[in-house]
């Protein structure tokens, strides 16, 4: 009879807790569905469906002012997610292959922006540009906050997302073919280039990817750190929606949903093709 109470008790928490689950994929995501819906609004009034129409996204692609923060993003994101690349590759390099006097350290500090709150890091950023141009100024050019700044700062995070993804890649990775390589007597480079990279590459790349992804929906840090003609297009679409939601901002803001979702999906399409390779590998 105990048996029977405990089997009806587990289907009921079961249910219980499927339930739940679909309550709160609808408290995240019903939001999000029926902003794309009206998206795709006719009428100038949010909240009324005045029929399909796809003239607010033309509507948002003729807009200057959108299209010059569309181009900041671009610009900003590409900058930041090179560099990021390269020097987040090399920092997980370092502390998976070397030991050095400050390891440890640098070890803590990378994962620093990551677990940091997003605003304190824009006031850390915002006054280290600020004394810097302080002492820049009393040498000679004077500078201002602009596209360099929000790319800097955005290279300031993104290099802790490349390194923790590039080192997750480089924790399963086979030293024995490096070693096979230097058999053949191959220089470091030539090992680097032909045997290290391309096996890390796809963790490299997907490393890219996130920091793509971040530095284009970056907000509060871009916020922060932004000049005149530099305005990102998240930080114009916050700043336009206190003013009230319109169809247009609908519009971009399913854009760059859009964009956001594509780039996950590539980032966790080449992180599993990473497994798929280790896989075989170990196989082999």
């Given at each position: 009879?105990?048996?029977?109470v405990e089997?009806?008790?587990?289907?009921?928490?079961?249910?219980?807790?499927?339930?739940?689950?679909?309550?709160?994929?609808?408290?995240?995501?019903?939001?999000?569905?029926?902003?794309?819906?009206?998206?795709?609004?006719?009428?100038?009034?949010?909240?009324?469906?005045?029929?399909?129409?796809?003239?607010?996204?033309?509507?948002?692609?003729?807009?200057?002012?959108?299209?010059?923060?569309?181009?900041?993003?671009?610009?900003?994101?590409?900058?930041?997610t090179v560099?990021?690349?390269?020097?987040?590759?090399?920092?997980?390099?370092?502390?998976?292959?070397?030991?050095?006097?400050?390891?440890?350290?640098?070890?803590?500090?990378?994962?620093?922006?990551?677990?940091?709150?997003?605003?304190?890091?824009?006031?850390?950023?915002?006054?280290?540009?600020?004394?810097?141009?302080?002492?820049?100024?009393?040498?000679?050019?004077?500078?201002?906050?602009?596209?360099?700044?929000?790319?800097?700062?955005?290279?300031?995070?993104?290099?802790?997302?490349?390194?923790?993804?590039?080192?997750?890649?480089?924790?399963?990775?086979?030293?024995?073919?490096?070693?096979?390589?230097?058999?053949?007597?191959?220089?470091?480079?030539?090992?680097?280039?032909?045997?290290?990279?391309?096996?890390?590459?796809?963790?490299?790349?997907?490393?890219?990817?996130?920091?793509?992804?971040?530095?284009?929906?970056?907000?509060?840090?871009?916020?922060?750190?932004?000049?005149?003609?530099?305005?990102t297009l998240?930080?114009?679409?916050?700043?336009?929606?206190?003013?009230?939601?319109?169809?247009?901002?609908?519009?971009?803001?399913?854009?760059?949903?859009?964009?956001?979702?594509?780039?996950?999906?590539?980032?966790?399409?080449?992180?599993?093709?990473?497994?798929?390779?280790?896989?075989?590998?170990?196989?082999?």
């Amino acid at each position: 009879m105990s048996g029977v109470v405990e089997v009806g008790l587990g289907r009921r928490t079961r249910r219980g807790l499927a339930v739940w689950a679909w309550v709160v994929f609808a408290f995240l995501y019903v939001p999000i569905a029926v902003l794309v819906f009206f998206s795709f609004n006719a009428s100038a009034r949010v909240n009324i469906w005045g029929g399909f129409s796809l003239g607010w996204y033309g509507e948002a692609l003729r807009n200057d002012v959108i299209t010059s923060a569309i181009r900041v993003s671009l610009i900003v994101a590409l900058i930041s997610t090179v560099v990021s690349m390269v020097l987040g590759t090399a920092v997980a390099l370092a502390l998976d292959r070397y030991r050095f006097r400050g390891r440890r350290a640098l070890d803590g500090t990378v994962y620093l922006p990551i677990v940091i709150p997003d605003i304190t890091m824009a006031v850390m950023l915002l006054v280290f540009f600020a004394e810097a141009f302080k002492l820049i100024d009393s040498f000679g050019p004077r500078l201002t906050l602009g596209i360099s700044t929000v790319a800097l700062s955005h290279i300031a995070f993104n290099i802790s997302f490349v390194c923790v993804v590039v080192r997750a890649r480089l924790d399963q990775f086979d030293r024995t073919l490096e070693e096979a390589a230097r058999d053949l007597y191959a220089t470091g480079w030539q090992t680097f280039r032909r045997i290290t990279l391309p096996l890390i590459m796809p963790g490299v790349a997907a490393g890219g990817l996130l920091a793509l992804t971040l530095s284009l929906d970056d907000v509060v840090i871009s916020a922060f750190v932004t000049g005149p003609g530099s305005t990102t297009l998240p930080v114009y679409v916050f700043s336009s929606i206190r003013r009230g939601v319109t169809p247009e901002l609908n519009a971009i803001s399913t854009l760059m949903l859009t964009a956001s979702i594509a780039l996950v999906l590539g980032s966790l399409a080449l992180q599993r093709r990473r497994a798929s390779a280790s896989q075989q590998t170990q196989i082999l």
